[in-house]
């Protein structure tokens, strides 16, 4: 097939099963069994009366990526006095329960400002605009919406992030030795196929991989999905192993999907295999430094997103305005050439 039209081909299947998922009221594709429990709101900071009360609604309450969002988004409260609240689901595509908590902090809670990573871009387009209308700050964290009901969001350039992605990804294969004449496949899963980070990422690396991979290497068409859950993951990438012999290389395009690619790898002693992920979990962490493997991962400053994201909100509050409606937290890609100058600057904090 035609490089570009691969790209397209590619493109068009994430925009039918987004449309699907959100037709079906899943946003992820959950099953009924499968349906995300709703952690419900839970101070974080100590409550006094007079205190602004900013509620926060998560895509994920347990994973490193999103307690580093936690983190920040507490030290920024404590920080300037607020009652932060914070809630959401255990499912990254489960938009329902982030609907049930929104409506809960603003109608039942009295909220003064709302902080949300929304699980689909599209389903909560209203809900937002209707909140944001009203009067209350609205501030997007990790993910954007289709919409403008918002006043700032804290966020990774995922375009970007996808192109430096299959460019490592290109890189890395090279350097282990895989030829340009060779067939070579790519496989890739996601956590949902509703989110508009993840849209992004897989576009910018399907348009840098169509530019500038070999001919021979070729993006797999079966996407899978996971829904945040690592043991899915994990399966996804046992499923690829089996049913692909010519797999070279694998993509997880954020963190659960990295930490079960990285997992499958390991268990099955696949050192042949090149990983690019997102993010730094212990598991990815320690695979980069495994010399026996060849793995790298693009990392956000998650903590910059929900630190500043709630000081953006006490700021509105304050009556200041935004000079932009969106800000670029940045990446840096992290590989066995700098991972030690990563680890050694991190902010412990």
Not at 47 to 74: A, C, E, F, H, P
Not at 85 to 114: F, H, P, R, T
Not at 213 to 240: H, I, M, Y
Not at 260 to 274: N, S, Y
Request: charged share 25%; proline share 2%; glycine share 10%.
């Amino acid at each position: 097939m035609n490089r570009f039209l691969h790209f397209a081909a590619v493109l068009l299947l994430i925009g039918i099963l987004a449309a699907v998922g959100c037709e079906n009221g899943t946003g992820g594709g959950a099953s009924p069994q499968e349906q995300a429990e709703l952690h419900d709101f839970e101070p974080v900071t100590e409550i006094k009366d007079g205190q602004k009360n900013i509620y926060v609604v998560l895509k994920v309450m347990t994973s490193q990526y999103w307690q580093d969002i936690i983190r920040g988004i507490t030290d920024a409260g404590k920080e300037l006095n607020c009652n932060v609240y914070i809630g959401g689901s255990s499912g990254e595509g489960d938009w329902e329960s982030q609907k049930k908590l929104l409506d809960k902090a603003v109608n039942e809670l009295g909220a003064d400002a709302i902080i949300i990573s929304p699980a689909s871009s599209s389903a909560l387009i209203d809900d937002l605009s209707e909140i944001h209308d009203s009067g209350l700050p609205v501030i997007l964290v990790d993910t954007t919406i289709n919409g403008s009901g918002y006043d700032a969001c804290y966020m990774t350039d995922n375009l970007r992030a996808g192109e430096l992605a299959a460019k490592e990804m290109v890189d890395a294969l090279l350097e282990s030795g895989v030829s340009p004449d060779e067939n070579a496949g790519i496989a890739i899963q996601i956590t949902s196929v509703s989110s508009q980070t993840i849209i992004d990422r897989l576009a910018g690396f399907n348009q840098y991989w169509a530019v500038n991979a070999p001919s021979g290497w070729v993006v797999l068409d079966e996407v899978k999905t996971n829904n945040g859950s690592k043991e899915r993951a994990k399966q996804n990438c046992v499923d690829f192993l089996a049913d692909y012999p010519d797999i070279k290389g694998f993509f997880g395009c954020n963190n659960s999907s990295t930490v079960g690619f990285v997992e499958g790898v390991t268990e099955a002693g696949r050192k042949d295999i090149v990983l690019v992920g997102f993010d730094y979990a212990d598991e990815t962490a320690a695979l980069v430094a495994d010399d026996e493997y060849r793995a790298s991962t693009v990392v956000q400053n998650q903590y910059d997103m929900g630190y500043d994201g709630l000081k953006n909100a006490v700021g509105i509050l304050d009556g200041d305005e935004n000079e932009y409606k969106f800000i670029d937290t940045g990446v840096v890609v992290i590989n066995k050439s700098n991972y030690k100058e990563y680890e050694a600057g991190v902010d412990k904090k």
